[in-house]
């Protein structure tokens, strides 16, 4: 009798903590998590407008104990100073383009696309999620201060210009925006003049002439910057190559160290999977606006030029001895190139013969 009771009593206290657990006292008290995140994407982008969204989902995958103040682009701080923002705890977290760090994390070369290397979105997310790309992402910048949360996917960057480029010899000469890393290093070995802007400050320097073009990021976004107004010519690659620089443009979402280790282990999984979930939204949402502006860019008068086959082979001569050079700076860049380097053999991507001469 003594034993039966105990179970119920034991049974009824199991009941009234599972109970209090979901109940809305309970919610109440849970502890809250204020975000604020800046994002490369300047106000009034269809990418900014993504980010928010992306806030929005947060605070309903989190219960509302997680909630994001957003900023865009140069709100808080400077675009190339969020880096030391988030480390700093100036900012909490930050929403770049991963490749902006390449000058200071050699590594963030190959944590997005690079010319001629891996060139679709399901190839980088195979790399991330199962080839160990997110976990040499994340050991790396650890060691930063800085938590990466994981890759958002994007999309294929173009190339605006004042003038027509229609060959590989075309950019000899050419003032050109690019965003550094490899991309600005084979631009660089073309004959270009590169000149490092971030996003915000396009339009002007094309405007004022002190670039002749820019790449960033892809048609939607560049129109909203009005990229059009300035520059009557789009150069892409041949239709199977539209992007021979950067065909899978990847951002981030990178947490200050101290403030992601603060949060409980199930916010953490929401917070990683809410990531997940909104890499690949964000990446329908950018391509559907996509189809939504080509026509614009017609009616606008900008005309696209499409380099050829032949100049992909002379960009792709130029292109490797720099992806060795470049993974050669640190552990981490060889080790991420390493493996990509790989997954391009088993993909027919490069052969013994592309590399010959060549080694990490």
Do not use: C
Request: glycine share 8%; aromatic share 14%.
């Amino acid at each position: 009798m003594k034993e039966n009771r105990r179970n119920f009593i034991r049974k009824l206290a199991t009941g009234v903590a599972a109970s209090s657990v979901f109940s809305p006292l309970a919610v109440a008290q849970a502890p809250r998590f204020r975000w604020r995140i800046q994002s490369a994407w300047d106000a009034g982008t269809v990418g900014y407008s993504l980010f928010q969204k992306f806030a929005e989902r947060v605070k309903e995958l989190t219960d509302g104990q997680i909630e994001i103040q957003t900023f865009p682009a140069g709100a808080v701080v400077g675009t190339f100073d969020m880096f030391d923002a988030v480390k700093t705890g100036v900012l909490d977290g930050m929403h770049p383009f991963t490749l902006y760090w390449a000058g200071r994390m050699p590594v963030t070369a190959f944590l997005s696309s690079y010319p001629l290397g891996l060139d679709r979105p399901d190839q980088w997310e195979t790399w991330y999620y199962g080839l160990g790309g997110l976990e040499l992402a994340r050991k790396a910048y650890e060691e930063q201060g800085l938590f990466f949360v994981g890759p958002v996917q994007h999309d294929y960057n173009i190339i605006h210009s004042k003038k027509p480029i229609k060959s590989f010899e075309d950019f000899k000469g050419v003032k050109l925006r690019v965003p550094g890393g490899m991309i600005a290093a084979i631009f660089a070995a073309a004959g270009a003049a590169t000149v490092l802007l971030p996003g915000g400050e396009v339009y002007p320097a094309l405007e004022r002439g002190v670039i002749d073009a820019a790449d960033f990021v892809g048609p939607a976004v560049n129109y909203n910057l009005g990229f059009h107004q300035v520059a009557k010519y789009i150069i892409m690659g041949p239709p199977e190559t539209p992007s021979i620089h950067q065909p899978v443009d990847l951002a981030d979402i990178t947490i200050n160290i101290n403030r992601w280790r603060a949060l409980p282990r199930n916010l953490q999984e929401r917070f990683e999977a809410a990531v997940h979930e909104w890499s690949w939204i964000h990446y329908a949402g950018i391509q559907k606006a996509n189809l939504e502006t080509w026509p614009k860019y017609k009616a606008a008068g900008v005309q696209i030029i499409r380099l050829s086959t032949v100049d992909v082979r002379k960009f792709r001569r130029v292109a490797i001895p720099i992806w060795f050079k470049w993974a050669k700076q640190d552990k981490y860049a060889r080790e991420a190139f390493a493996s990509q380097l790989e997954y391009m053999k088993a993909l027919g991507y490069v052969t013994d013969a592309d590399i010959r001469g060549l080694s990490l």
